[in-house]
T-cell receptor
Framework: AQKVTQAQTEISVVEKEDVTLDCVYETRDTTYYLFWYKQPPSGELVFLIRRNSFDEQNEISGRYSWNFQKSTSSFNFTITASQVVDSAVYFCALSEREYGNKLVFGAGTILRVKS | ETGVTQSPTHLIKTRGQQVTLRCSSQSGHNTVSWYQQALGQGPQFIFQYYREEENGRGNFPPRFSGLQFPNYSSELNVNALELDDSALYLC????????????FGPGTRLLVL
């Protein structure tokens, strides 16, 4: 069964704090992709990262970093030195080979960064 | 910006009516997927179109239907609207139908009264 769990419904931090958003997934497939998207108040989903199941290397892009651990079925997202512009809803999503392009999304985590 | 456009941006309909939402894919993309996002929830997959054929469908009734045109743009049609159809409808395009990165448009907010 495909399932993505984002246990943190809402997180509030003060600007410049680091914050980690958790994502846990369930899949029976050995070939799958994991994604993170950002949804600002405007509503458009903005693509952040795509990672395949065979690549467990952590990735860093500016203030963003991702930690993929197959052993715990987790794909966590960390924002370093958060900024007010990071305030948004963040979604983790799973795509399995069997289901082609179908993305299964978590419920999302609302991040509020206060100045 | 992704280059994916959707129209209209907002729409108000009454229960029982029919609605058509439109999506233009990013240049070079031949696959379009549609998602429904209810308030406070993650997007739910409706269906995908690849080379003008439906290529995968989620748990949505047949009154949700779609089309893809030779230029890869797409339409989502919903018949016999229900109050629960009120949501943000998101279109996403990708280079192909197999686990490619999907780039989303700004969405259409549909309110059914």
């Amino acid at each position: 069964a495909q399932k993505v769990t984002q246990a943190q419904t809402e997180i509030s931090v003060v600007e410049k704090e680091d914050v980690t958003l958790d994502c846990v997934y369930e899949t029976r497939d050995t070939t799958y992709y994991l994604f993170w998207y950002k949804q600002p108040p405007s509503g458009e989903l903005v693509f952040l990262i795509r990672r395949n199941s065979f690549d467990e290397q952590n990735e860093i892009s500016g203030r963003y970093s991702w930690n993929f651990q197959k052993s715990t079925s987790s794909f966590n997202f960390t924002i370093t030195a958060s900024q007010v512009v990071d305030s948004a809803v963040y979604f983790c999503a799973l795509s399995e080979r069997e289901y082609g392009n179908k993305l299964v999304f978590g419920a999302g985590t609302i991040l509020r960064v206060k100045s | 910006e992704t280059g994916v456009t959707q129209s209209p941006t907002h729409l108000i309909k009454t229960r029982g009516q029919q609605v058509t939402l439109r999506c233009s894919s990013q240049s070079g993309h031949n696959t379009v997927s549609w998602y429904q996002q209810a308030l406070g929830q993650g997007p739910q997959f409706i269906f995908q179109y690849y080379r003008e054929e439906e290529n995968g469908r989620g748990n949505f009734p047949p009154r949700f239907s779609g089309l893809q045109f030779p230029n890869y743009s797409s339409e989502l049609n919903v018949n016999a609207l229900e109050l629960d159809d009120s949501a943000l409808y998101l279109c996403a395009s990708s280079l192909g139908p197999n686990q490619e990165t999907q780039y989303f448009g700004p969405g259409t907010r549909l309110l059914v009264l």
